[in-house]
């Protein structure tokens, strides 16, 4: 074949908008076909290179429902590695539970409202009631603009589960809400705001 041979090759393609993208989508649609057949890996592996590879996946055939192992091909299913959760059930807690919490958010917020001791009392009180994250806000606060200076009642639960809690405690300023969280040990601290 002549050069000029290959030259009416590639303008055939390019001689009409509509050979152009007819070209285009069979070239897309045999380059996914080639995926699909080989996989992403660029071929397709002998029987003992899986194993050589590592423990990356493992493979289970699967058969659908009503059918018999035999009659139809199996596909292999790759199942991710079992991870376990750090996080704790959300379930609702017991009355012990729902006694902490509210003796702990009444113990912070006694704390962090009785700004007549000095600044650095102030702070040691109120961050051994909070979590690591939550104290290192409070090194930002001036006990002088907390807006309460007294707890006036009882606080109470409004949401308690095994991880999370969240305590309604009555001030001479209002109502705040003490969110607090299980660290494993005991109830910390990681949010005083006003109730809304």
């Avoid at 003992?48 to 091909?73: C, F, H």
């Amino acid at each position: 074949m002549s050069v000029d041979g290959f030259g009416r090759i590639w303008r055939w393609p390019l001689y009409t908008p509509r050979r152009f993208f007819s070209v285009l989508l069979s070239l897309l649609i045999l380059i996914a076909l080639s995926n699909m057949i080989f996989g992403k890996h660029g071929g397709v592996r002998p029987p003992g290179a899986a194993a050589a590879a590592g423990p990356a996946a493992t493979t289970a055939p699967t058969v659908p429902p009503g059918s018999v192992p035999g009659d139809t091909p199996t596909i292999p299913v790759v199942e991710p590695p079992l991870t376990v959760s750090p996080l704790v059930s959300p379930q609702p807690a017991g009355q012990d539970a729902a006694r902490q919490v509210a003796d702990t958010a009444t113990a912070f917020t006694r704390a962090w409202a009785d700004h007549t001791r000095p600044v650095a009392q102030w702070l040691a009180q109120v961050t051994s009631f909070a979590d690591p994250e939550f104290a290192a806000q409070l090194q930002t606060t001036d006990p002088a603009n907390v807006p309460a200076n007294a707890v006036t009642g009882a606080a109470q639960p409004v949401v308690v589960n095994y991880a999370s809690a969240s305590v309604e405690v009555p001030t001479d300023a209002g109502v705040v809400v003490v969110v607090l969280v299980n660290d494993g040990r005991r109830w910390l601290v990681t949010d005083i705001r006003p109730k809304r």
